[in-house]
């Protein structure tokens, strides 16, 4: 069975420095990947995906993941924080008919 | 136009209540599901129909009902309320089953039990 594992549970970054949050996943077929993003109170959206083809994926709001197959990898990194980007992010693999999430990390942005 | 919609979103309500959170597509999407998001902020799947038929149901209780009466819509009706029932319920959609398939969120429903 799939499994996705976010080590970090919170993560502080000052506004305009770099970010990377970390994913590690478990999947015996060739995975399907995604982060989600959460701002408080409101739902989920997708930031990016990774199915096939390039290892590098951008994605919305500046974003982009790196695949990582030999690392069972896939991080995500956003090279300058914006206060708006403080949310809780999940990564998330697909297999047959369902999404499995990790637990989450949530990113505070300090001034 | 909010492609996976569900109402309403917040609900607060008693114990041994019976409450219905609704959902509709308009992304034309053969699959739907309900997930169930906890108070430390873990998503895990409860429900997923594909038109119109169930296809996963994990271990949730009977208490809880989806019913699919077409294609674009996921209704979760919820029996004798309990104080753990509270979480927040995100309905969601994708083209099909597959693994290549994206899912896409509703807001979410926001259901307190007192």
């Known amino acids: 069975a799939q499994s996705v594992t976010q080590p970090d549970i919170h993560i502080t970054v000052s506004e305009g420095a770099s970010l990377e949050l970390r994913c590690n996943y478990s999947y015996g077929a060739t995975p399907y990947l995604f982060w989600y993003v959460q701002s408080p109170g409101q739902g989920l959206q997708l930031l990016l995906k990774?199915?096939?083809?390039?290892?590098l994926v951008q994605g919305i709001k500046g974003f982009e993941a790196e695949f990582k197959r030999s690392q069972s990898s896939f991080n995500l990194r956003k090279p300058s924080v914006h206060w708006s980007d403080a949310a809780e992010y999940f990564c998330a693999v697909k297999g047959f008919q369902k999404l499995v999430f990790g637990t989450g990390t949530r990113l505070l942005v300090s001034p | 136009d909010t492609a996976v919609s569900q109402t309403p979103k917040y609900l607060v309500t008693q114990m041994g209540n019976d409450k219905s959170i609704k959902c509709e597509q308009n992304l034309g999407h053969d699959t739907m599901y309900w997930y169930k998001q906890d108070s430390k902020k873990f998503l895990k799947i409860m429900f997923s129909y594909n038109n119109k038929e169930l296809i996963i149901n994990e271990t949730v209780p009977n208490r809880f009902s989806p019913k699919s009466p077409d294609k674009a819509h996921l209704n979760l009706h919820i029996n004798s309320l309990e104080l753990g029932d509270s979480a927040v319920y995100f309905c969601?959609?994708?083209?099909?089953?597959?693994?290549?398939?994206?899912?896409?969120f509703g807001e979410g429903s926001w259901l307190t039990v007192v």
């Open positions: 990774y199915f096939s083809g390039d290892t």
């Open positions: 969601a959609s994708s083209p099909g089953t597959g693994a290549g398939n994206t899912i896409y």
